[in-house]
């Protein structure tokens, strides 16, 4: 399994992390959506 972060970096943001790679800060709203669109591609 890959080694996957989320830290929150303030209220309803955070800070997605993939094997040590920041992929940036989301909103919760898009970090969901997000993780939405990856699950029906699976």
Known sequence: ????KIIE????HYLLMIKGQSLGVFERSDL???IQIIDNGI
């Open 32 to 34: 969901r959506h997000i």
């Open 9 to 12: 970096t303030k209220k309803d």
């Open 1 to 4: 399994m890959i080694d996957t």
